[in-house]
């Protein structure tokens, strides 16, 4: 599986940003996704992971009520809605698939595939 991240950006606190992650493979439909985020000087962090069927979502508490995790398996495309972003949002997001699980799960060591990261930053 690859993956191929976009949509990030220099936006304004209060703004939106919508990510998209583009996964080749057949595996798609099957996995578990995520995204995740690494400001500078900090660990990766999760963010938000959705389930193969995409009924299932889990949020870091960070961004319950302002992002939204959704996916179209038609086109192997996860997606993740930013709303009411703060500066605190700034980081690197990267998205990831699990192969091995179809769940929403929030711990990045059982992710497999991960794509190249793409740059949010959040001005005051």
């Known amino acids: 599986v690859q993956l191929q991240a976009s949509g990030g950006g220099l936006v304004q606190a209060g703004g939106s940003l919508r990510l998209s992650c583009a996964a080749s493979?057949?595996?798609?439909?099957?996995?578990?996704m995520g995204w995740f985020r690494q400001a500078p000087g900090k660990e990766r962090e999760f963010v938000a992971a959705?389930?193969?069927?995409?009924?299932?979502?889990n949020y870091a508490d960070s961004v319950k009520g302002r992002f939204t995790i959704s996916r179209d398996n038609a086109k192997n495309t996860v997606y993740l809605q930013m709303n009411s972003l703060e500066p605190d949002d700034t980081a690197i997001y990267y998205c990831?698939?699990?192969?091995?699980?179809?769940?929403?799960?929030?711990?990045?060591?059982?992710?497999?595939?991960w794509g190249q990261g793409t740059q949010v930053t959040v001005s005051s």
């Open positions: 990831a698939a699990s192969p091995r699980y179809t769940a929403a799960i929030m711990t990045a060591t059982l992710y497999d595939y």
């Open positions: 959705i389930s193969r069927s995409g009924v299932s979502t």
């Open positions: 493979g057949r595996t798609f439909s099957s996995s578990g």
